[in-house]
């Protein structure tokens, strides 16, 4: 059986880093083979990638081409990492995937929806997640908890954008969950750790009941 894919969104210092872990780990405890992965990245060839769009260095080509490195990227954690893993039973856990570059690039970078559209077709085809957790907080508190986090070290690409730029990032995020509710999810990141977790917990155990997968109970068992 094809393993199960779960990815989370959201914006800077939103904690879907955190929350992508817990989870992995959760399922662990259940028997769950997880594969915990993150983009831009998750394979060698999307980490060089990762280099080129996270250091600034492809921004003066501007969104469109932002838009296809974030793709060739995702190409090659598809064919590497994500296809395999899922196609072994194991199940997926991304941090990021192709809603940032529907959100980021998309509505924010104003690149032309056709593109991102066929990008997503070549690289992602019917491979869609079957569940998405979108991490809402409010910009302010997301940045502070993001320039905590980053200590003394510089912004990347996209951190150093305006409050304008994150604002509109919220908005898309929670527009993309209104179209697809059946995989979106937004959760409200402002809670204490341990409700956000077990908010995803309820989710994950009523949409893709992980106690339920027939092999498991005896693994847990023995
Ligand atoms: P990263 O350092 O992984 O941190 P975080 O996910 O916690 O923000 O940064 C990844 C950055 O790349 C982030 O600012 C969002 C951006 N991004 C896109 O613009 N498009 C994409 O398709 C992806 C996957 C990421």
Redesign the pocket.
């Known amino acids: 059986m094809r393993g199960r894919f779960i990815t989370f969104e ?5 904690g ?2 955190t929350h992508a872990a817990m989870l992995a780990a959760r399922l662990k405890t259940l028997g769950i083979d997880v594969v915990l992965t ?4 998750g394979s060698p060839g999307a980490e060089i990638i ?1 280099h080129i ?2 250091s600034g260095l492809a921004k003066p080509l501007g969104a469109e081409t ?2 296809i490195l ?2 060739a ?2 190409d090659d954690h598809l064919r590497s990492t994500i296809r395999p893993a899922l196609e072994s039973g194991q199940w997926v856990i991304c ?11 998309g509505t ?2 104003k690149v032309d929806p056709r593109l991102i559209q066929s990008l997503e077709r070549v690289t992602v085809g019917p491979l869609l997640p079957d569940l998405t957790f979108i991490l809402d907080v409010p910009v302010p508190v997301g940045l502070a908890r ?1 320039t905590t986090r980053r200590g003394t070290g510089k912004t ?4 150093g954008e305006a409050m304008e730029f994150h604002e509109g990032l919220r908005r898309a995020y929670r527009a993309l969950a209104e179209q697809e509710p059946e995989r979106c999810i937004v959760i409200d990141g402002r809670a204490p750790k341990d409700v956000v977790a077990e908010r995803i917990w309820t989710t994950v155990n009523s949409r893709l009941q992980p106690e339920k997968i027939p092999d498991l109970a005896e693994n847990v068992a023995t």
């Not at 959201?10 to 939103?14: D, L």
């Not at 941090?95 to 690039?105: A, H, L, W």
């Open positions: 959201g914006g800077e210092g939103s879907k880093s993150r983009e831009p990245g990762r769009l996270l932002e838009a974030f793709a990227a995702r941090d990021r995937f192709i809603d940032s570059t529907r959100v980021y690039q924010l970078g993001a990347d690409r996209f951190e």
